[in-house]
């Protein structure tokens, strides 16, 4: 039986190798795609992007300069920010309209002394319509500086209550001894998100392997219209050697393209997949998920057209629901349910644990969620199977 099948699932890859349209859907359009995404999108996480933003400080009291100085100037030399100072608000409106700015700081006239006299005091903030990312970090530089003015007024009057008149060292101290409402802790996360170069290698090589592991199954379609089936049934060859020959074949073609996939995305990509071993079970798992999948679409066609159709169909659907282009699961509800039914969620949340800094064993229950949709898959398709090898 061995034997019989290696020989079929040998013809068959080299007939695959020089099918270009196999190469092209198994390695370059998946390449191809990952670069586009990748280089796209990669500047939307990249820790060194930077905002330019104007800032019209018309106030130039202590607490408009601290704001300017300190909170911005701390922005801009962290590498996130390029401040450009500006006379006016008119000034400030323009740049940002124009889109020469991400967004515009205003700090009108009396800003400070509302704000040490406890009054409503109003920090503007200009946004570019066409530049949302920079104009929302703005918001939150606002927003949070805000936060901290009226907490140290609250702290001042706490600390003034009763009437007492006191020096104001005195209140200062008595301020800074006032306990925060609410505190913010950085608790370092277990798991870790791909960054888009790796997420868009990853999600565009499970994504066409389902279309690349259908080359083995379908074949049995080809070779039945053309009617060397029959010669194989004639032969001294059992139908389960032929079965486990084109399923070989999926296999191999599928483990060969992923593994040219990483390959080639980690050398000129620079894709981060992880613990090599730790891959390997995920990459095993997903083929063989592709597998059984492919295999049973292929049992319900008819012809190898109809099994093209709904392969692809098929593909297309788990690849969208399962966030292999973007990700699904930050969706949440029943999407993220949903995308939990394909392998393609798993195998992206395995690598992610895998780029948190995990061992192996982080992956086995992503792996083995893969596997049980192999299994039910592929019990499924090899019951059916038979009636693709009948004379």
């Given amino acids: 039986m061995l034997g019989p099948a290696l020989t079929i699932a040998g013809k068959d890859f080299r007939q695959r190798l020089r099918d270009r349209s196999a190469i092209l859907i198994a390695i370059v359009a998946p390449l191809i795609l990952a670069s586009i995404f990748g280089l796209t999108l990669s500047g939307v ?15 130039r009291g202590p607490v408009a300069r601290s704001f300017v100085d300190d909170v911005l100037g701390s922005v801009q030399q962290a590498g996130y920010a390029e401040l450009r100072g500006v006379p006016s608000a008119e000034e400030a409106r323009r740049l940002a309209d124009a889109g020469d700015v991400a967004a515009a700081f205003v700090l009108p006239v009396g800003f400070s002394a509302a704000v040490a006299n406890g009054r409503p005091a109003r920090l503007q903030v200009i946004g570019d319509p066409d530049a949302p ?23 001042v009057a706490t600390a003034a209550a009763g009437g007492a008149v006191r020096p104001p060292a005195e ?9 925060r409402p609410v505190g913010i802790a950085d608790v370092s996360a277990t798991k870790k998100e791909l960054d888009p170069t790796t997420f868009y290698a990853a999600g565009m090589a499970v994504f066409f392997l389902f279309f690349t592991v259908q080359f083995g199954v379908s074949s049995l379609l080809d070779e039945r ?79 190898p057209e109809q099994a093209g159709y709904w392969q692809s169909i098929v593909a297309l659907v788990l690849g969208l629901l399962g966030g292999a282009f973007f990700p699904v699961a930050q969706a949440g509800g029943l999407m993220e349910k949903a995308s939990l039914l394909t392998p393609h969620a798993w195998f992206l949340r395995g690598l992610g644990d895998l780029a948190g800094g995990a061992g192996t064993a982080s992956v086995l229950p ?8 192999a299994v039910v898959t592929g019990t499924v398709a090899l019951l059916r199977l038979g009636k693709l090898v009948e004379p």
């Fill in 45 to 59: 996480s990249d820790e060194s992007i930077t905002f330019d933003y104007a800032v019209a400080d018309l106030d």
């Fill in 133 to 155: 990312i920079g104009t929302l970090v703005a918001r939150s530089i606002a927003d949070s500086f805000a936060s901290d003015v009226t907490f140290v007024q609250v702290a």
């Fill in 171 to 179: 209140l200062a101290d008595r301020a800074a001894a006032v306990p």
């Fill in 225 to 303: 219209r053309e009617g060397t089936l029959r010669r194989l049934l004639a032969a001294p060859i059992s139908r389960t050697s032929i079965l486990a020959g084109k399923l070989t074949t999926s296999f191999v073609l599928g483990i060969v393209s992923m593994a040219v996939l990483i390959a080639t995305t980690s050398f000129l990509l620079g894709a981060e997949w992880g613990s090599p071993l730790g891959v390997a079970v995920l990459v095993v798992a997903g083929v063989l998920a592709a597998t059984g999948a492919m295999a049973l679409v292929a049992t319900l066609a008819k012809t």
């Fill in 366 to 373: 992503a792996a083995g969620a893969i596997l049980l949709f």
